[in-house]
């Protein structure tokens, strides 16, 4: 059975740095988009970032963009989201997930899902 477990959230200030992995068990790795999304209570999931399996590109949400870094090592089957100068608005439950088909934003898109990393940032 897949598994995606998130590790790395807790609470910062606001201009600290995080940094989430999430590691993935049963699941051919380096096959997957690698996806981090996140949520806030009373709003839908947001896309944040993703790598894709071939060449590992990166896409990044606007107001993540030059802040966030995503990365993954495939021999571990792990990825990660580095998150520096964070905001109190980037405090949510921050999930992984992974897509077979590749290049997309879209948590309806993504196949497997992990249970989330809450990230709280105080003022």
């Known amino acids: 059975q897949v598994q995606l477990v998130e590790s790395g959230g807790g609470l910062v200030q606001a201009g600290g740095s995080l940094r989430l992995s999430c590691a993935a068990s049963?699941?051919?790795?380096?096959?997957?988009?690698m996806g981090w999304f996140r949520q806030t209570p009373g709003k839908e999931r947001e896309f944040v970032a993703a790598i894709t399996s071939s060449r590992s590109s990166t896409y990044y949400a606007g107001s993540v963009k030059g802040r966030f870094t995503v990365s993954r090592d495939n021999a571990k089957n792990t990825v990660y989201l580095q998150m520096n100068t964070l905001k109190p608005e980037n405090t949510a439950i921050y999930y992984c997930?992974?897509?077979?088909?590749?290049?997309?934003?879209?948590?309806?898109?993504?196949?497997?899902w992990g249970q989330g990393t809450q990230v709280t940032v105080s003022s």
């Open positions: 997930a992974a897509d077979l088909r590749g290049n997309s934003s879209r948590p309806v898109d993504f196949d497997y």
């Open positions: 049963d699941l051919t790795f380096d096959w997957y988009t």
